[in-house]
Protein backbone atom coordinates (compact mmCIF):
# COMPACT_ATOMS: atom_id res chain seq x y z
CA UNK A 1 0.00 0.00 0.00
CA UNK A 2 2.87 2.54 0.57
CA UNK A 3 5.17 1.79 -2.26
CA UNK A 4 1.47 2.41 -3.97
CA UNK A 5 1.45 5.50 -2.14
CA UNK A 6 4.25 7.09 -4.24
CA UNK A 7 3.18 5.69 -7.26
CA UNK A 8 0.10 7.29 -7.39
CA UNK A 9 1.91 10.64 -7.00
CA UNK A 10 4.05 9.92 -9.36
CA UNK A 11 1.17 9.36 -12.30
CA UNK A 12 -0.14 12.73 -10.99
CA UNK A 13 2.99 14.47 -11.79
CA UNK A 14 4.16 14.54 -15.77
CA UNK A 15 7.75 13.39 -15.59
CA UNK A 16 8.16 11.85 -12.75
CA UNK A 17 10.97 9.74 -13.68
CA UNK A 18 13.26 12.76 -14.93
CA UNK A 19 12.37 14.89 -11.22
CA UNK A 20 13.20 11.74 -9.07
CA UNK A 21 10.24 9.93 -8.10
CA UNK A 22 10.33 6.39 -10.19
CA UNK A 23 13.81 4.41 -9.38
CA UNK A 24 15.48 3.19 -12.60
CA UNK A 25 15.75 0.01 -13.00
CA UNK A 26 19.57 -0.38 -13.05
CA UNK A 27 20.13 1.07 -9.93
CA UNK A 28 20.69 0.38 -6.85
CA UNK A 29 18.54 1.72 -3.43
CA UNK A 30 19.67 2.19 -0.21
CA UNK A 31 18.11 3.42 3.29
CA UNK A 32 18.06 7.04 3.73
CA UNK A 33 19.08 6.67 7.14
CA UNK A 34 22.75 6.02 5.80
CA UNK A 35 22.40 9.85 4.98
CA UNK A 36 23.54 10.50 8.36
CA UNK A 37 25.68 7.63 9.22
CA UNK A 38 29.10 9.64 9.16
CA UNK A 39 31.35 6.61 8.38
CA UNK A 40 29.05 5.89 4.65
CA UNK A 41 29.12 9.88 4.03
CA UNK A 42 33.00 10.14 4.31
CA UNK A 43 32.99 7.28 2.02
CA UNK A 44 30.63 9.12 0.02
CA UNK A 45 32.88 12.06 -0.47
CA UNK A 46 36.17 10.03 -0.55
CA UNK A 47 34.83 8.24 -3.71
CA UNK A 48 33.85 11.90 -4.82
CA UNK A 49 37.28 13.23 -4.33
CA UNK A 50 38.58 10.48 -6.50
CA UNK A 51 36.13 11.32 -9.43
CA UNK A 52 36.81 14.74 -8.89
CA UNK A 53 41.15 14.38 -8.29
CA UNK A 54 40.51 16.69 -5.07
CA UNK A 55 41.13 16.66 -1.17
CA UNK A 56 39.12 19.56 -0.54
CA UNK A 57 36.37 18.09 2.58
CA UNK A 58 34.30 21.01 2.23
CA UNK A 59 33.78 21.54 -1.52
CA UNK A 60 33.16 17.81 -1.88
CA UNK A 61 30.85 18.00 0.92
CA UNK A 62 28.80 20.94 -0.18
CA UNK A 63 28.44 19.08 -3.91
CA UNK A 64 27.70 15.87 -2.30
CA UNK A 65 24.78 17.57 -0.24
CA UNK A 66 23.82 20.13 -3.40
CA UNK A 67 22.68 16.52 -5.37
CA UNK A 68 21.65 14.40 -2.32
CA UNK A 69 19.29 17.34 -0.69
CA UNK A 70 17.45 17.62 -4.26
CA UNK A 71 16.87 14.15 -4.17
CA UNK A 72 15.68 13.53 -0.52
CA UNK A 73 13.27 15.98 -0.58
CA UNK A 74 11.52 15.22 -4.16
CA UNK A 75 9.48 12.77 -2.50
CA UNK A 76 7.77 14.85 0.23
CA UNK A 77 7.50 18.07 -2.22
CA UNK A 78 6.04 16.10 -4.80
CA UNK A 79 3.18 14.46 -2.19
CA UNK A 80 2.27 17.94 -0.98
CA UNK A 81 2.27 19.47 -5.44
CA UNK A 82 -0.41 16.52 -5.40
CA UNK A 83 -2.44 16.33 -2.11
CA UNK A 84 -1.30 13.30 -1.39
CA UNK A 85 1.14 13.38 1.65
CA UNK A 86 4.76 11.46 1.53
CA UNK A 87 6.73 11.25 4.67
CA UNK A 88 10.35 13.26 4.79
CA UNK A 89 11.28 11.09 7.42
CA UNK A 90 14.62 9.26 6.64
CA UNK A 91 13.40 5.44 7.96
CA UNK A 92 10.83 6.18 5.57
CA UNK A 93 13.03 6.90 2.38
CA UNK A 94 15.52 4.78 0.32
CA UNK A 95 17.48 6.23 -2.15
CA UNK A 96 18.83 4.97 -5.57
CA UNK A 97 22.09 5.62 -5.89
CA UNK A 98 24.02 5.58 -9.88
CA UNK A 99 27.16 3.35 -9.96
CA UNK A 100 29.51 6.17 -9.46
CA UNK A 101 27.08 6.86 -6.26
CA UNK A 102 25.17 9.99 -7.43
CA UNK A 103 22.01 9.88 -5.69
CA UNK A 104 19.53 9.86 -8.82
CA UNK A 105 15.83 8.91 -6.99
CA UNK A 106 14.16 8.97 -3.65
CA UNK A 107 10.98 6.04 -2.34
CA UNK A 108 8.76 7.33 0.42
CA UNK A 109 7.69 4.16 1.98
CA UNK A 110 5.12 6.41 4.50
CA UNK A 111 1.81 8.72 4.23
CA UNK A 112 3.35 11.84 5.44
CA UNK A 113 1.99 13.71 8.82
CA UNK A 114 4.15 16.88 9.84
CA UNK A 115 5.91 17.65 6.58
CA UNK A 116 7.42 20.50 7.98
CA UNK A 117 8.54 18.74 11.08
CA UNK A 118 9.88 15.84 9.34
CA UNK A 119 11.88 17.90 6.88
CA UNK A 120 13.53 19.74 9.89
CA UNK A 121 14.24 16.69 11.48
CA UNK A 122 15.67 14.80 8.28
CA UNK A 123 17.56 18.11 7.44
CA UNK A 124 19.12 18.51 11.14
CA UNK A 125 20.54 14.91 10.46
CA UNK A 126 22.21 15.04 7.35
CA UNK A 127 23.29 18.53 7.49
CA UNK A 128 25.25 17.74 10.65
CA UNK A 129 27.28 14.76 9.31
CA UNK A 130 27.73 16.18 6.37
CA UNK A 131 29.30 19.33 8.14
CA UNK A 132 31.15 16.86 9.91
CA UNK A 133 32.55 15.14 7.55
CA UNK A 134 33.23 18.32 5.44
CA UNK A 135 34.61 20.33 8.42
CA UNK A 136 32.71 22.99 7.64
CA UNK A 137 29.89 24.98 9.98
CA UNK A 138 25.77 23.42 8.92
CA UNK A 139 24.52 27.22 8.25
CA UNK A 140 25.95 26.84 4.09
CA UNK A 141 24.65 23.62 4.30
CA UNK A 142 21.12 24.84 5.44
CA UNK A 143 21.18 26.93 2.58
CA UNK A 144 21.98 24.90 0.18
CA UNK A 145 18.94 23.12 1.03
CA UNK A 146 16.66 26.64 0.74
CA UNK A 147 17.81 26.14 -2.33
CA UNK A 148 16.58 22.81 -3.26
CA UNK A 149 13.33 23.10 -1.74
CA UNK A 150 13.00 26.43 -3.61
CA UNK A 151 13.92 24.10 -6.99
CA UNK A 152 11.84 20.60 -6.35
CA UNK A 153 8.95 23.22 -6.41
CA UNK A 154 9.24 24.96 -8.65
CA UNK A 155 10.10 22.48 -11.41
CA UNK A 156 7.07 20.47 -9.79
CA UNK A 157 5.41 23.42 -10.67
CA UNK A 158 6.14 23.43 -13.81
CA UNK A 159 5.80 19.68 -14.64
CA UNK A 160 1.78 20.20 -13.33
CA UNK A 161 1.54 23.27 -14.89
CA UNK A 162 0.84 25.49 -11.27
CA UNK A 163 4.52 27.23 -10.85
CA UNK A 164 2.62 29.65 -8.97
CA UNK A 165 0.82 27.64 -6.44
CA UNK A 166 3.67 25.49 -6.12
CA UNK A 167 6.31 28.22 -5.86
CA UNK A 168 4.04 29.93 -3.18
CA UNK A 169 4.39 27.01 -0.98
CA UNK A 170 8.44 27.32 -0.51
CA UNK A 171 8.57 30.09 1.79
CA UNK A 172 5.79 29.49 4.40
CA UNK A 173 7.45 25.97 4.13
CA UNK A 174 10.65 27.31 5.16
CA UNK A 175 9.14 29.09 7.87
CA UNK A 176 7.11 25.97 9.47
CA UNK A 177 10.95 24.02 9.21
CA UNK A 178 12.29 26.99 11.10
CA UNK A 179 16.02 28.44 11.55
CA UNK A 180 18.36 27.50 10.15
CA UNK A 181 16.63 27.02 7.12
CA UNK A 182 16.67 30.48 4.85
CA UNK A 183 13.75 31.51 2.98
CA UNK A 184 13.44 30.51 -0.40
CA UNK A 185 13.32 33.41 -3.32
CA UNK A 186 12.45 33.23 -6.63
CA UNK A 187 12.78 35.84 -9.42
CA UNK A 188 11.09 36.25 -12.63
CA UNK A 189 12.75 37.10 -15.38
CA UNK A 190 11.28 38.15 -19.01
CA UNK A 191 8.09 35.64 -17.95
CA UNK A 192 9.97 33.20 -16.49
CA UNK A 193 10.52 32.03 -12.94
CA UNK A 194 13.95 30.79 -11.74
CA UNK A 195 15.48 30.46 -8.44
CA UNK A 196 17.12 33.33 -6.15
CA UNK A 197 19.70 31.30 -4.98
CA UNK A 198 21.05 31.64 -1.40
CA UNK A 199 23.46 29.35 -1.72
CA UNK A 200 26.63 28.03 -3.77
CA UNK A 201 26.72 24.58 -4.59
CA UNK A 202 31.22 25.23 -5.00
CA UNK A 203 31.11 23.12 -8.01
CA UNK A 204 32.96 25.34 -9.54
CA UNK A 205 35.95 24.85 -7.57
CA UNK A 206 35.99 21.12 -9.34
CA UNK A 207 37.50 21.68 -12.89
CA UNK A 208 36.65 21.92 -15.50
CA UNK A 209 32.95 22.62 -14.02
CA UNK A 210 31.88 26.29 -14.48
CA UNK A 211 29.78 28.47 -12.60
CA UNK A 212 26.03 27.89 -12.57
CA UNK A 213 23.81 30.08 -14.22
CA UNK A 214 22.25 31.75 -11.33
CA UNK A 215 25.34 31.03 -8.97
CA UNK A 216 25.39 34.44 -6.56
CA UNK A 217 29.03 34.39 -6.70
CA UNK A 218 28.35 35.82 -10.85
CA UNK A 219 27.83 40.10 -10.82
CA UNK A 220 24.35 40.75 -10.74
CA UNK A 221 24.48 41.96 -14.08
CA UNK A 222 26.34 38.86 -15.40
CA UNK A 223 23.79 36.78 -14.16
CA UNK A 224 20.87 38.85 -15.20
CA UNK A 225 21.78 38.61 -19.09
CA UNK A 226 22.62 34.58 -18.43
CA UNK A 227 19.02 34.13 -17.13
CA UNK A 228 17.18 35.97 -19.47
CA UNK A 229 19.42 33.88 -22.46
CA UNK A 230 18.44 30.61 -20.39
CA UNK A 231 14.55 32.09 -20.33
CA UNK A 232 14.12 32.93 -24.05
CA UNK A 233 15.75 29.21 -24.67
CA UNK A 234 12.39 28.00 -22.50
CA UNK A 235 9.86 30.07 -23.81
Request: charge should be positive; aromatic fraction near 4%.
Amino acid sequence: MTAGLQAAVAVRVPGAAALGLVVPPSTDAVPAVLFADPDWTAARLAALGVRYASGDRRVLATVWWYSASSVLLTPALAGLATGLPLSARLADTSVALLGGGTPIAATSSAPGADTAAELRETLAAVVDTVAAAGGLRPRPLWAVAADSLANRLLALGRALGEEGRLTALAAPLAAAVGPPLPAPRYVDVTGVRFTRRVSCCLLYRLPPEPLCTSCPRRPAAERQVLLEDAAARMR
